[in-house]
């Protein structure tokens, strides 16, 4: 008998032990990331773009609330079709993302100046980059969360 009731004690205590032991790694914010080639001898023009228009929708989209941060990182190529910059948006969470994308929108819109001057933009930049691949990611922190 004394057998069976400490059999039965040690199964209910068991998950009440996992679930006071917290993960040493917690979910954070949800980044947006694009993978671009700026075509030979056109990368200076690329950043300058990067440096003006994109880096004020950012801020823009900062200061709404859109966005956390962004950063843009370069990176040497290792093949002619591969990327050679990274741009990274950060979001505070995928809801976040989905619940402002139509705001963003009409922001980048408003900013640039309407949508015939953001597709002009776009066949321009065609000119001397390339969008290699773009991807969503979450962050992970690695400590237990508070």
Partial sequence: MKLTSLAVLLALAIPVF???T??????????????IRA??????????YLASDWKNEQEAMK??????????????AHGPQDFN??????????ATLEANQDKMEASALQLLGGRQKVESGYEDRANY????????GREIILEPKK
């Fill in 18 to 20: 996992a679930q006071d």
């Fill in 22 to 35: 917290p993960k040493p790694y917690h979910p954070g914010p949800v980044w947006q990331v694009q993978f």
């Fill in 39 to 48: 075509k030979a001898g056109m990368e200076d023009r690329y950043l300058r």
């Fill in 63 to 76: 200061k709404n609330g859109f966005i956390l941060d962004y950063k843009v990182v370069t990176t040497e």
């Fill in 85 to 94: 910059v990274i741009l990274m948006s950060e979001f505070k969470d995928l």
């Fill in 129 to 136: 980059r390339e969008v290699v691949a773009g991807r969503l």
